[in-house]
C-alpha cells in the first residue's frame, strides 16, 4: 500500500450559496468529506493505492460513506461500524469561497470511538506512507489509537505525515490544541500548517501577515522538535517548504476558485503521492525533489478549488498532468 490515512470520515453539508453566513444559508446538500477520508481518496485519484482506517455509525450516512470510499477504489478493510454512535456531520458556510465556517455535530461522532485494538496491523505495518490529522487527537480513545497507528507505521519504515488542520470548535481551548500538536512533532517526517497554524504553534498570537523571513524562522522553530519538513501552505500566496538543508517557495496557480474546502487534503495528497512514488521516500525530501513535489501538490489543490464539494471536486492524474504541461 502506498498511502494509509486515519482519522474522520464524515457528512459535509455545504451550502446552497456562497456569501452567506451559517444562520443566513437558505439549504444544505449532503457531501461525502473529513480531512483524512479525503487524502485517500485524492492519492486513489492520482494513482496510488490507498486505504482509510476510521469508524462511521451504524446509520445511513455510514453506510453510504463506506460505499463511498470503496466505489473510489479504497481500500475499507481498515473501516468499522458503531452501533452505539452517529456519524459525524460538519454544517459549512462559505461567507466568500476562500472562507469556509464550520459547526460539528460530534458529541461524541462515531469517528471519535476508534479504539487501539480495532486497528488493522497489518495495513499499518506495510504501508509505504501514513497520514493523520489533529481531529484524531480532540479526545479518547481516538487519541490512543492514532498514537498506536503513528508507531506501527514508523515501525514498518513508512513516511509518517500530519496535517495540524486546526478547528477552534472542537478543541477546549487554542493552547490544548497545541500542546496535542506539539506532542506529535518528534514522531512525524512531513509537517502540513497554513500560516494560522504555524504561528498558533509557535506562540504568536496572529499569523497575518507573515513576512518570509519569519516564516522560515517559525517553520525552522517546528524543524527542531523534530519533522523533517514543514510545508506551509499559503492560500493565493502559494505554498512554502523548509528542511534542515533549506527550502523554497512555490507560486500559487491562478485558477477560478469556487470554493477551498479541501483545497489542503488535496495538497498533502498529491505531495504524498509524490514523495512516495518509490520506496525510497527519504532522498524525495531534499530539497532539490521537494519544489516538483510541492508545485505538484499546488496543482491539485488548485484544480479542487475550481469545483465545488471536496471527494466530488478532487482531480485525476490525468488531469493535474494537463493542468501542468498547460503551464510549463
Known amino acids: 500500500m502506498q498511502l494509509v490515512t486515519l482519522g474522520e470520515v464524515l457528512i459535509d453539508?455545504?451550502?446552497?450559496?456562497?456569501?452567506?453566513?451559517?444562520?443566513?444559508?437558505?439549504?444544505f446538500h449532503p457531501k461525502p468529506g473529513g480531512a483524512p477520508a479525503n487524502v485517500a481518496v485524492a492519492a486513489r485519484r492520482l494513482?496510488?493505492?490507498?486505504?482509510?482506517?476510521?469508524?462511521?455509525?451504524?446509520?445511513l450516512f455510514g453506510h453510504y460513506l463506506i460505499d463511498v470510499l470503496a466505489g473510489q477504489g479504497v481500500e475499507t478493510r481498515g473501516m468499522r461500524v458503531d452501533a452505539k454512535a452517529r456519524t459525524t456531520m460538519a454544517?459549512?458556510?462559505?461567507?466568500?469561497?476562500?472562507?469556509?465556517?464550520?459547526?460539528?455535530?460530534?458529541?461524541?461522532g462515531a469517528d471519535q470511538r476508534l479504539r487501539p485494538d480495532e486497528l488493522d496491523r497489518d495495513l499499518l505495518a506495510s504501508t509505504r506512507a501514513f497520514h493523520f490529522g489533529s481531529l484524531s487527537l480532540t479526545g479518547e480513545p481516538i487519541?490512543?489509537?492514532t498514537?498506536?497507528?503513528?508507531?506501527?507505521?514508523?515501525?514498518?519504515?513508512?513516511?509518517?505525515?500530519?496535517?495540524?488542520?486546526?478547528?477552534?470548535?472542537l478543541w477546549p481551548s487554542p493552547q490544548a490544541a497545541v500542546d496535542a500538536a506539539r506532542a506529535m512533532l518528534p514522531h512525524v517526517d512531513v509537517l502540513k500548517v497554513n500560516e494560522t497554524e504555524l504561528a498558533l504553534l509557535a506562540g504568536r498570537e496572529s499569523a497575518a501577515p507573515l513576512a518570509e523571513d519569519a516564516l522560515e524562522g517559525l517553520a525552522t522553530g517546528l524543524l527542531a522538535e523534530g519533522p523533517a519538513v514543514v510545508v506551509v501552505t499559503r492560500g493565493q500566496a502559494g505554498s512554502a517548504y523548509f528542511t534542515a538543508a533549506g527550502g523554497g517557495v512555490v507560486p500559487a496557480f491562478q485558477v477560478r476558485t469556487v470554493d477551498s474546502v479541501g483545497c489542503g487534503d488535496a495538497f498533502i495528497?498529491?505531495?504524498?503521492?509524490?514523495?512516495?512514488?518509490?520506496?525510497?521516500?527519504?532522498?524525495m525530501l531534499a530539497p532539490e525533489h521537494l519544489h516538483d513535489a510541492v508545485r505538484y501538490a499546488s496543482a491539485?489543490?488548485?484544480?479542487?478549488?475550481?469545483?465545488?464539494?471536496?471527494?466530488?471536486?478532487l482531480p485525476t492524474a490525468a488531469e493535474v498532468?494537463?493542468?501542468?504541461?498547460?503551464?510549463v
Open 269 to 283: 495528497a498529491g505531495l504524498l503521492v509524490r514523495l512516495t512514488a518509490t520506496a525510497g521516500w527519504r532522498e
Open 321 to 327: 498532468d494537463g493542468f501542468l504541461r498547460e503551464r
Open 300 to 313: 491539485v489543490g488548485a484544480l479542487t478549488a475550481t469545483r465545488q464539494g471536496v471527494i466530488p471536486a
Open 47 to 59: 494513482g496510488a493505492a490507498s486505504a482509510f482506517i476510521g469508524k462511521v455509525g451504524d446509520d
Open 147 to 169: 498514537r498506536e497507528a503513528v508507531a506501527l507505521a514508523r515501525q514498518g519504515g513508512a513516511l509518517v505525515s500530519y496535517d495540524v488542520n486546526y478547528r477552534p470548535p
Open 143 to 145: 487519541r490512543s489509537a
Open 91 to 108: 454544517i459549512i458556510a462559505l461567507p466568500d469561497e476562500h472562507t469556509a465556517e464550520f459547526v460539528f455535530y460530534r458529541n461524541p
Open 13 to 27: 453539508m455545504f451550502p446552497a450559496e456562497v456569501g452567506r453566513s451559517l444562520t443566513d444559508v437558505s439549504a
